[in-house]
């Protein structure tokens, strides 16, 4: 199992591991902006506070890279859940 934590909020949504966090922020109602859902808009850029994610997947990786972004972000669409983690968002 993994939880997806807001960093700010008390809300916190628990998922298989392996789930694609965007769907644990959908399926949790949590607070995150989401656009594309496909890496191409940089809506869902959140920073990685505590806990971890499965290990960034190329299309990931090259996507943040356009999005010039430092590390410990991540992009919920793509990035998948491997135990608990709080993120922080970047945009209202
Ligand atoms: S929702 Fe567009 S990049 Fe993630």
């Given amino acids: 199992m993994a939880k997806v ?7 916190v ?13 959908e399926d949790g109602n949590l607070k995150v902006p989401l656009g594309c859902l496909h890496g ?10 505590s806990g971890s994610l ?13 999005f010039d972004t430092e590390e410990d972000m991540r992009l919920a ?8 983690v709080v993120v922080r968002t970047l945009k209202p």
């Fill in 5 to 11: 934590q807001i960093e700010g909020s008390d809300a």
């Fill in 13 to 25: 949504h628990e998922c298989e591991s392996g789930t694609r966090m965007y769907e644990a922020i």
């Fill in 54 to 66: 499965a290990e960034i997947k190329e299309g990931e990786k090259l996507a943040l890279r356009a």
């Fill in 77 to 84: 669409c793509l990035a998948y859940l491997d135990g608990d």
């Fill in 40 to 49: 191409h808009c940089g809506a869902c850029v959140v920073e990685v506070v």
